[in-house]
């Protein structure tokens, strides 16, 4: 992400999860218009306030990136800030901010966003920035920027990673959770001599590859005639050629034959466990019944890993479990930071405990019921946002082929009885199938971590 | 919903038709924006319930949906000196059972319905704020009223939470940038300053606390009188005054609670402190000295001023220390603005090598705020005013806007004419309170970062007097945790 505090590289998928889910009867109406050049649009309409949400999805995140050129994709995002053929450095900014316009962007495995939000009367110089830098970023690009630039990702690397306690997990994760030749083998941020061998050639192939019209959706939400919009448009981006279609990535089918277990030191006070199961892709069958388990699991005070590790035994300061859904495959983790006094060995027993009654009796259906409950009042908040219903759109369209997929998205998780909900903690959560990775304080390698 | 796919066959046909110049965007100019929509600020209803709460209603039908934002002069600054962390874990305690309901069963029915309820402490205010569907109105208001009127308290359930808040102290001292805010708080305004003293607790006054101290926090400051409500949403005046009147008709009494705040003495010189965190691949910056209360004149020329200098992505400090120099993800400033004297501060994390370079470029940038152009003016106050509408998209941004009103008794109108009040400030204003409200030669700077590494580079900028201490001097001791 270009700005903001960067949990979100590996939290999007999650938050992704939450900002679209739905309620009773749940529409974002759309329409939907495909440019000769292959640029998709999506148009909303809402007068609330007089502001439009301008966001770009490009169809690449760092699982179309290759082994030893890691973190491109989000080092381009990067790039895209400073400057193209038509707008001087530092401009891209500096125009939006004098109409009182916000923007950023954000990449992910699967893909990587762009936003403006900004007064309606700016749509034009939205429109005119977003297309000039789609048209016209190579005109403009030079060594100094990429340098530039790839000083600003390092500190981003070291103030979100490296220099935050347990910042390098997810990172050891995905290394060992994936196989070498999976997309999502390596950290979206990528690693620090990657980062260092980036040249402006470099760049500018991928640019060429992925930054094509065919390979964005332009979404705009707020207030605005449709009609206009698409005009205005049609003006800015026409000119774009279409480029080469695009080839997604493909993941090797992969199982874990046994158990991974794994330990890091790191600078913190207190031991957490991570344990990790590979699950089904964002939308299969499989992804929403993994969501009903981490709610079941460590949804709130009331969920039962709460109950068990911190409310009756003190074991744990805190936990979570959650779906981190993806394209290509998705991760289930479950994260416990324990209590001076505890070790993980002792967490991860509860833990299994509570897997195991949810394999072996099907939940309440108040459980299942309390999902839904949050998922509609989840919609109806998301839906003031301007940008979270641009978001919503994009994201259906990416992975469902639908923009306004909000009701079956709903519909999914009303279709689940409390047995599917078992036979999925039985399928799913396999001890067999899992990473198991304890981070300790310094020097406490084998005494609080799990080891087999 | 309509959909139209353009056949490109058909797309091609005209396009052969037509000149290709016809068809590119002119570029050589950047486009200006048209003429501004206005934005329709909706009006505010002011009522009493029967007890005297004032309430504050914005009806908004679009979505049923609701906010209900309660807010009570009962933040960490009113803590008795004798027990720091009071506050904030009676506000924490109201959410851990209340009325019939134990911790588990209230969480539990917070969670089934979807909704959001809870009460937290900031530094000024006690807050409880309710989300909720319409739908589940009536199953939610029970719960809000439980939460305010009968907390239980229970012991257990303190001492659950003692043992988190410990935990949380200790895992305090892992975390650089809460080393480096803590101690700057600390050392701008004093330890035992109502606005620095430790909000979450210290190792003492969590172990000494009572239910007994919580009930009478509650008792005293959980009033009618001390607070007020603000609703954003899909309700009406009639509605508001029928369910609420009901639901708190046994609410009485307290008192208007109210503190002075003592003035913070300004930093003489440059004080430097230096704490060490070993392999640090970065170091937490803090720049400051005492800013300005919320109630200060100078409120729109400050604005603008702290956009230019550290409030935008575009901001000099910005600029300087990410883009031109590339020794940090993000820098800025910020003036927080409280009933007292709040901070002025700048602050960044920056790469461990670079640590000295950025705080000589931090030094500059506070050193040539005081003169500004006019494009940067007119920049700054079009996006501060220009983006205003935007904290009005949702209920709880509508909720929020008003209790700050509220709270900080800012005069009537005052959201209405915000934006133009902005768009007067000229550059004279802005280089008026530059002079007046930053001041680079009498400062606190806090580093939080590898000492060996960074402290001959430090010493060597001749700033001011380095004083070094131990994340243990400003955090305590690593609590002891027992069973």
Known sequence: ?452 | MKISLYSSILFFALIGTLPLAAQKAERSTYPSPGALRPLQLPKVQEFRLGNGLPVYLIEKHDLPIVQMSFSFNAGSMFDPATMPGLASMTANMMNEGAGDRDALALAEEISFLGISLGAGAGRENLNVELFTPISKLREALPLLGDLILKPRFDAEELDRKRTESLVRLAQAHDEARIIASTAFNQMVYGKGHPYATPAGGTEASLKAMQVGDLQSFHREYITPANGFLVIAGDMTRAQAEAELGTLFRSWSGGMLKAKAIPDAPKPKGVQIYLIDKPDAAQSELRLGHPGVARSTPDYFPLEVMNTILGGSFTSRLNNNLREVHGYSYGAGSAFAQLKGKGLFLASSAVQSDASDKSLAEFMKELNAIKDVTAEEVGKARNYQALGFPGNFESIEGIASQVANVISYNLPDGYLNAYINELLKIQEADVERVAKTYVDPKNLVIVVVGDQAKIEPGIKALKLGKITILKKEDVLGPLPQIGE
């Open chain 1, 1 to 452: 992400m270009k700005k903001m505090t960067h949990a979100f590289l590996w939290m999007a998928a999650l938050l992704a999860v939450n900002s679209l889910t739905g309620q009773g009867n749940l529409q974002i109406p759309y329409q939907l218009h495909k440019l000769p050049n292959g640029l998709t649009v999506i148009l909303h309409e809402d007068h609330t306030v007089p502001m439009i949400a301008v966001d770009v999805w490009y169809h690449v995140g760092s699982g179309y990136e290759k082994p030893g050129r890691t973190g491109f994709a989000h080092l381009f995002e990067h790039i895209m800030f400073e400057g193209s053929g038509n707008v001087q450095e530092g401009d891209f900014d500096n125009l939006l901010e004098s109409v009182g316009g916000n923007n950023n962007g954000s990449t992910n495995t699967d893909r990587t966003n762009y936003y403006e939000i900004l007064p309606s009367n700016g749509l034009d110089i939205a429109l005119f920035l977003e297309s000039d830098r789609l048209g016209y970023l190579l005109n403009a690009m030079s060594e100094g920027k990429v340098d530039g630039q790839r000083d600003v990702v390092k500190n981003e690397r070291r103030q979100s990673y490296e220099n935050r306690p347990y910042g390098l997990a997810y990172q050891t994760i995905v290394e060992n959770l994936y196989p070498k030749d999976h997309p999502y083998h390596w950290p979206t941020i990528g690693y620090m001599d990657d980062l260092t061998a980036a040249s402006r050639d470099d760049v500018a192939e991928f640019f060429k590859k992925f930054y094509v019209p065919n390979n964005a959706v332009l979404t705009i939400a707020g207030d605005i005639d449709p009609e206009q919009a698409l005009e205005r448009v049609k003006y800015w981006f026409s000119e774009i050629p279409a480029g080469n279609p695009v080839v997604k990535p493909v993941a090797p089918n992969f199982v874990l034959e046994a158990p991974k277990y794994l330990t890091m030191e790191d600078n913190v006070q207190l031991p957490r466990l991570y344990l990790v199961y590979p699950t089904p892709a964002y939308f299969t069958p499989g992804d929403a019944e993994m969501d009903v388990i981490g709610n079941i699991l460590a949804g709130g005070t009331s969920s039962r890993l709460f109950q068990k590790l911190v409310y009756e035994t003190g074991m744990a300061q805190n936990v979570s479990a959650y779906q981190s859904s993806q394209a290509l495959g998705s991760m289930f983790m479950i994260t416990v930071t324990a209590r001076p006094g505890h070790t993980l060995e002792e967490i991860m027993n509860v833990v299994d405990g509570e897997i195991a009654r949810l394999q072996e009796e099907a939940p309440a259906a108040r459980e299942l019921q309390r999902v839904i409950n949050q998922q509609e009042s989840q919609f109806l908040s998301e839906s003031q946002s301007l940008l979270g219903k641009a978001e919503a759109l994009q994201e259906y369209y990416y992975y469902t082929g639908n923009p306004d997929w909000a009701n079956e998205d709903l519909n999914r998780f009303k279709a689940l009885s409390v047995g599917d909900i078992s036979a999925a903690s039985v399928h799913y959560l396999k001890p067999k199938n899992r990473l198991v990775l304890s981070v300790v304080p310094q020097g406490q390698s084998g005494k609080l971590d799990v080891r087999r």
